[in-house]
């Protein structure tokens, strides 16, 4: 039987390295597009070349919209950029 067609997510797909950094699972697109302005001006100079991602997921019979910030060369580099958020009082997480 022929392989089950998968559609590809709409998503950016993550450059090379991979690493995103996740910075919160919102109910809109402008709370995920407020979320990101909020992360990258709360580490001033860091959000330089980075780009944004928002994919919609489905989460207990509602839309969730997970806003992360991408465009990361390492997943060290990722990392040491969520350590800055979370010292300036953002929650974020590494993926």
Same mark, same amino acid.
């Given at each position: ?7 590809? !997510?709409?998503? %950016?797909?993550?450059? +090379?390295?991979? #690493? $995103?950094?996740?910075? &919160? =699972? ?5 709370? !995920?597009?407020? %979320?990101?302005?909020? +992360?990258?001006? #709360? $580490?001033?100079?860091? &959000? =330089? ?47």
């Amino acid at each position: 039987p022929p392989a089950e067609k998968v559609e590809p !997510a709409p998503a %950016a797909k993550p450059a +090379a390295g991979g #690493a $995103v950094v996740q910075i &919160g =699972a919102v109910s809109s697109t402008a709370l !995920a597009d407020k %979320a990101w302005k909020e +992360a990258v001006s #709360a $580490v001033p100079g860091l &959000g =330089a070349g980075k780009g944004k991602s928002v994919e919609k997921i489905e989460k207990n019979g509602g839309a969730l919209y997970r806003t992360a910030v991408t465009g990361f060369a390492s997943r060290a580099d990722a990392q040491a950029f969520c350590a800055k958020l979370q010292a300036a009082g953002k929650s974020c997480f590494v993926r």
